[in-house]
């Protein structure tokens, strides 16, 4: 069965530094997925970045960026120069892709703040 | 930029009633899904749609929901008889692909 673990509650960052969330994830699916969205307080969930199984380069997203191991499983998403509005939920989740209507799973989240 | 749009964003209810979510999809995905996050807790897969019928359903998608879309356009989620312990933010989600899930600004439903 699929499961998506974001072991880091909350963070807490000075503005203009990097932050790494961690994410790992276990799954007998060889083509999956894996997404990071963020979640600020209005509580809409806005998508950052995609990441799938079969690709060859880290993916990038402006300030975001996705360190993907698939060796060990992990996808932990990258923050440069993070800013002040930054500081929301981010949830990463995965789906296994054998089928196009295949479900979303999110992780529990990590709450992350940004100090000025 | 397309985006899945939820209506209404917030909706307070009485305990029994029904309630009726609505979303419009992005209109050249196929695929169309509901969750369910209680305050601050984790974001629950309820149900997945394509081709106008169920795909998949989790275990709290029991007898008291049900999916529909109606038209070309809406696809919406009925809540038969709320409980208290259903007040949570539903979101809708549509693909079009494997590379991309764009989720709706949510619904606030509050049970009373």
């Known amino acids: 069965a699929q499961k998506i673990t974001q072991t880091q509650p909350g963070m807490f960052v000075q503005e203009k530094e990097a932050v790494t969330l961690d994410c790992t994830y276990d799954t007998s699916d060889p083509s999956y997925g894996l997404f990071w969205y963020k979640q600020p307080s209005s509580g809409e969930m806005i998508f950052l970045i995609y990441q799938g199984s079969y690709d060859q380069q880290n993916a990038t997203e402006g300030r975001y960026s996705l360190n993907f191991q698939k060796a060990r499983k992990s996808a932990n998403l990258v923050i440069s120069a993070s800013q002040l509005g930054d500081s929301a939920m981010y949830f990463c989740a995965m789906r296994e892709t054998h089928s196009s209507a295949s479900k979303i799973i999110f992780g529990s989240g990590t709450r992350l703040s940004i100090r000025p | 930029e397309p985006e899945v749009t939820q209506t209404p964003s917030h909706q307070v209810t009485q305990m029994g009633q029904e309630v009726i979510l609505r979303c419009v999809p992005i209109s050249n995905h196929l695929y169309f899904y509901w969750y369910r996050q209680i305050l601050g807790q984790k974001v629950e897969f309820l149900v997945s749609?394509?081709?106008?019928?169920?795909?998949?359903k989790s275990e709290i998608f029991d007898d008291q929901f049900s999916v529909e879309r109606p038209d070309g356009s809406n696809f919406t989620l009925k809540i038969r008889s709320t409980k208290l312990e259903d007040s949570a933010m539903y979101f809708c989600?549509?693909?079009?692909?494997?590379?991309?899930?764009?989720f709706g600004q949510g619904t606030r439903l509050t049970v009373v």
């Open positions: 989600a549509s693909t079009g692909s494997n590379t991309e899930a764009f």
């Open positions: 749609f394509y081709n106008n019928e169920i795909s998949e």
